[in-house]
């Protein structure tokens, strides 16, 4: 299985901060990746498809970035509303693997 | 509205069967997959399996393979995800989440599912 690795496991953050987060994976996936928000008790909610598409509806300050190996996901001014746990996943290969996972908080 | 909705939380013991149950709605349910995912608490996502409702084809992943079946009633738009011998460490949130194909993202998830075995 294509292993994905996310980095930071937590950051703390403030109002207004450019956030970066970033994900590696073990063997190249192209550009198939998908970054997704979770809040508590709540499902994961689609953020990014293809590595860098913008989900329909998500505020344009999340972006993603990153092709083969190594992605990055980056949010431009932090919002209240955007603290919450983000993960990576790759749809690659026929067996689907998420990032551990990457809890920003204030 | 793309609407997919799941059975409530269930508690078994271990050793018993389940099936749990995901409607989708809004969509032509036949057009996409749908894929299971696994949250243990307090952990991450873990995808488990997923079915095409068109003709029922499958893909487990390794890790899943023999412990759970996957089904699809396309007459009634629903999937199933069932057990015929639970353990303790089934203890989960279970995602049913469409995607349009395995070389789709998830764009839309159930509301999860909580399943809690303990004898």
């Known amino acids: 299985d294509i292993q994905m690795t996310q980095s930071p496991s937590t950051l703390s953050a403030s109002i207004g901060d450019r956030v970066t987060i970033t994900c590696r994976a073990s063997?190249?996936?192209?550009?198939?990746l998908a970054w997704y928000q979770q809040k508590p008790g709540k499902a994961p909610k689609l953020l990014i498809y293809?590595?860098?598409s913008l989900e329909s509806g998500v505020p344009s300050r999340f972006s993603g970035s990153g092709s083969g190996t190594e992605f990055t996901l980056t949010i431009s001014s932090l919002q209240s509303d955007d603290f919450a746990t983000y993960y990576c996943?790759?749809?690659?290969?026929?067996?689907?693997?998420f990032g551990q996972g990457t809890k920003v908080d204030i | 509205e793309v609407q997919l909705v799941q059975s409530g939380a269930e508690v078994k013991k271990p050793g018993e069967s389940l099936r749990i149950s995901c409607e989708g709605s809004?969509?032509?349910?036949?057009?996409?997959?749908i894929n299971w995912v696994r949250q243990m608490p307090g952990k991450g996502l873990e995808w488990m399996v997923r079915?095409?409702?068109?003709?029922?084809?499958?893909d487990y992943s390794p890790s899943f393979q023999g412990h759970v079946t996957v089904s699809a009633d396309k007459s009634i738009t629903t999937a199933y995800l069932q057990w015929s011998s639970l353990e303790t460490s089934d203890t989960a949130i279970y995602y049913c989440?469409?995607?349009?194909?395995?070389?789709?993202?998830?764009?839309?998830w159930g509301q999860g599912t909580l399943v809690t075995v303990s004898s």
């Open positions: 809004g969509y032509s349910f036949i057009s996409y997959w």
């Open positions: 293809k590595a860098s």
């Open positions: 063997q190249s996936i192209s550009s198939w």
């Open positions: 989440a469409r995607a349009y194909s395995s070389s789709s993202a998830i764009d839309y």
């Open positions: 996943q790759q749809y690659n290969s026929y067996v689907w693997t």
């Open positions: 079915i095409d409702p068109s003709n029922s084809n499958t």
